[in-house]
């Protein structure tokens, strides 16, 4: 019945629809792809909405907007990806060299002035992938969001019922990765309180309220996007600009499965609770920057008792000098177990983590569980809307006797007596953004792992390698 109802409000939206000038504002509730202009010129970076909040004084944003009538606007993002790797099972005993090319295309229509405060928004989304190799990376035709909206600018809530895509705080702990060719959607609730809105999405604020219950969708190549993941997600988090222009944040997030799972010692049911805190601060005085979480992961696996931690760090310098040159260090430590077999876990357990490819690299051989990981990165802007960007990522399990897990939680190597040792090797990425204009930017990149002392024992030496050219854009 919403989804008729929703149907004919777009019906009516094309039919009252009258078309605009090409350039105009764009607020949405979750980043895509975004210019960021800021004083020193043009620089295209993947943020947070949060992160994106945090210098608003320094924020623009220009976007293309297909056509706005009295009931609706439209919109087109359109995303074409082609990327060639080799041996990600760091062996050449296997060809594993595959080169794909994906499409992603979504259509946003979005209820009008007329509808106030009431709002329907829909977002028609079609993922193939042209060489027809990843089954994942297709999802034909669908609905990714479908939601009604509750609040305006002069209200200090915002309330969303249906199919959508938030990313909370940071993205590490839950979110919407949108690097995936198909991006993970929800179907729940969302309630935001808010000292100041702008649409939907609060700015300028200096205290803003998320809490939410979800259910995951699970997407599917051809057939609607009907069934749900196995397990429920629902929090809250709070954060508050006190101490401007540093942010602070704390919150929770709880997950609890609908059947049971094998843990050390038997089966049996299974929740778990992260308990985060943040501090951040961009654009800080004298061209400094951080970043630091903390997550506490209690709860129960498989009827076991589960008990793990994560943590994030990074800390950065920008140079008042030409080229804008920064240099950055980062520190990712998921915890691991040394004793299997107590009945108590204590290897973190990533959840669908809405980070961007910076943070944990183009080959996916690095994740979050069980790992350790230290980066150091430089980026520079030899020109307007020009970035090159490099990153050396180096890996070690915080466990030598549990799995290596890459980015999806699968796993990729395990000693079970630990002798290999925990260096699981370091990766080096190099990517270029070049956005000349508000509308479309291209991203060009590579990245090269190369095994360390725990693979070379297993007899997987060989070198991981990605290639990849991506192009963005919005009519």
Same mark, same amino acid.
């Given at each position: 019945?919403?989804?008729? !109802?929703?149907?004919?409000?777009?019906? =009516?939206?094309?039919?009252?629809?009258?078309?605009?000038?090409?350039?105009?504002?764009?607020?949405?509730?979750?980043?895509?792809?975004?210019?960021?202009?800021?004083?020193?010129?043009?620089?295209?970076?993947?943020?947070?909405?949060?992160?994106?909040?945090?210098?608003?004084?320094?924020?623009?944003?220009?976007?293309?907007?297909?056509?706005?009538?009295?009931?609706?606007?439209?919109?087109?993002? @359109?995303?074409?990806?082609?990327?060639?790797?080799?041996?990600?099972?760091?062996?050449?005993?296997?060809?594993?060299?595959?080169?794909?090319?994906?499409?992603?295309?979504? =259509?946003?229509?979005?209820?009008? %002035? @007329?509808?106030?405060?009431?709002?329907?928004?829909?977002?028609?989304?079609?993922?193939?992938?042209?060489?027809?190799?990843?089954?994942?990376?297709?999802?034909?035709?669908?609905?990714?969001?479908?939601?009604?909206?509750?609040?305006?600018?002069?209200?200090?809530?915002?309330?969303?019922?249906?199919?959508?895509?938030?990313?909370?705080?940071?993205?590490?702990?839950?979110?919407?990765?949108?690097?995936?060719?198909?991006?993970?959607?929800?179907?729940?609730?969302?309630?935001?309180?808010?000292?100041?809105?702008?649409?939907?999405?609060?700015?300028?604020?200096?205290?803003?309220?998320?809490?939410?219950?979800?259910?995951? *969708?699970? +997407?599917?190549?051809?057939? +609607?996007?009907?069934?749900? %993941? +196995?397990?429920?997600?629902?929090? !809250?988090?709070?954060?508050?600009?006190?101490?401007? $222009?540093?942010?602070?944040?704390?919150?929770? *997030?709880?997950?609890?499965?609908?059947?049971?799972?094998?843990?050390?010692?038997?089966?049996?049911?299974?929740?778990?609770?992260?308990?985060?805190?943040? !501090?951040?601060?961009?654009? =800080?005085? &004298?061209?400094?920057?951080?970043? %630091?979480?903390?997550?506490?992961?209690?709860?129960?696996?498989?009827?076991?008792?589960?008990?793990?931690?994560?943590?994030?760090?990074?800390?950065?310098?920008?140079? $008042?000098?030409?080229? &804008?040159?920064?240099?950055? !260090?980062?520190?990712?430590?998921?915890?691991?177990?040394?004793?299997?077999?107590?009945? &108590?876990?204590?290897?973190?357990?990533?959840?669908?983590?809405?980070?961007?490819?910076?943070?944990?690299?183009?080959?996916?051989?690095?994740?979050?569980?069980?790992?350790?990981?230290?980066?150091?990165?430089?980026?520079?802007?030899? @020109?307007?809307?020009?970035?090159?960007?490099?990153?050396?990522?180096?890996?070690?399990?915080?466990?030598?006797?549990?799995?290596?897990?890459?980015?999806?939680?699968?796993?990729?190597?395990?000693? $079970?007596?630990?002798?290999?040792?925990?260096?699981?090797?370091?990766?080096?990425?190099?990517?270029?953004?070049?956005?000349?204009?508000?509308?479309?930017?291209?991203?060009?990149?590579?990245?090269?792992? *190369?095994?360390?002392?725990?693979?070379?024992?297993?007899?997987?030496?060989?070198?991981?390698?990605?290639?990849?050219?991506?192009?963005?854009?919005?009519?």
């Amino acid at each position: 019945m919403k989804k008729t !109802a929703a149907c004919m409000l777009v019906l =009516l939206g094309l039919v009252s629809c009258s078309t605009l000038p090409r350039e105009g504002a764009r607020w949405q509730d979750e980043v895509r792809s975004e210019i960021i202009s800021t004083d020193t010129g043009g620089v295209f970076a993947y943020e947070t909405p949060e992160i994106r909040d945090s210098r608003p004084e320094r924020y623009t944003y220009t976007h293309s907007v297909t056509g706005q009538g009295p009931w609706f606007r439209a919109w087109w993002d @359109v995303r074409l990806l082609a990327e060639d790797t080799d041996n990600v099972d760091l062996s050449d005993a296997v060809d594993d060299h595959e080169t794909t090319i994906l499409w992603r295309a979504r =259509l946003d229509l979005d209820g009008g %002035a @007329v509808v106030r405060p009431w709002d329907v928004h829909l977002e028609l989304q079609d993922s193939r992938d042209i060489s027809n190799t990843l089954d994942y990376a297709k999802n034909a035709l669908d609905v990714r969001r479908l939601y009604l909206f509750l609040g305006s600018a002069y209200t200090l809530y915002g309330i969303k019922l249906g199919r959508f895509a938030p990313t909370i705080g940071s993205g590490r702990i839950w979110g919407s990765n949108e690097d995936d060719n198909v991006a993970g959607t929800f179907d729940g609730v969302l309630l935001t309180l808010a000292d100041a809105f702008h649409y939907r999405e609060p700015r300028y604020c200096t205290w803003r309220i998320d809490t939410w219950y979800v259910k995951p *969708v699970v +997407p599917e190549p051809v057939s +609607p996007d009907t069934d749900h %993941a +196995p397990y429920d997600i629902y929090g !809250a988090n709070i954060e508050h600009r006190v101490f401007w $222009p540093i942010t602070l944040s704390a919150g929770f *997030v709880g997950r609890e499965w609908k059947h049971d799972e094998a843990g050390e010692t038997g089966t049996g049911p299974s929740a778990s609770f992260d308990v985060t805190g943040r !501090a951040f601060g961009y654009g =800080l005085e &004298r061209g400094f920057d951080f970043d %630091a979480e903390a997550s506490l992961q209690l709860g129960r696996q498989g009827g076991d008792n589960l008990s793990a931690w994560f943590l994030y760090g990074q800390v950065g310098h920008t140079f $008042p000098t030409p080229w &804008r040159p920064r240099i950055g !260090a980062r520190l990712t430590w998921g915890s691991g177990d040394e004793n299997p077999t107590d009945g &108590r876990i204590h290897t973190y357990r990533a959840g669908s983590s809405a980070v961007r490819s910076k943070e944990m690299g183009f080959t996916g051989l690095l994740g979050w569980s069980n790992c350790v990981t230290y980066q150091v990165e430089l980026s520079m802007q030899p @020109v307007e809307r020009l970035s090159v960007n490099t990153a050396a990522r180096f890996g070690f399990l915080d466990s030598e006797i549990q799995p290596w897990y890459d980015r999806t939680g699968s796993i990729v190597l395990q000693d $079970p007596t630990g002798a290999a040792g925990g260096d699981i090797g370091y990766e080096l990425d190099l990517w270029v953004e070049y956005a000349p204009k508000d509308f479309w930017r291209v991203r060009v990149g590579c990245g090269k792992f *190369v095994p360390g002392k725990m693979p070379e024992a297993l007899g997987n030496d060989d070198s991981a390698e990605v290639f990849f050219i991506e192009l963005n854009a919005l009519f």
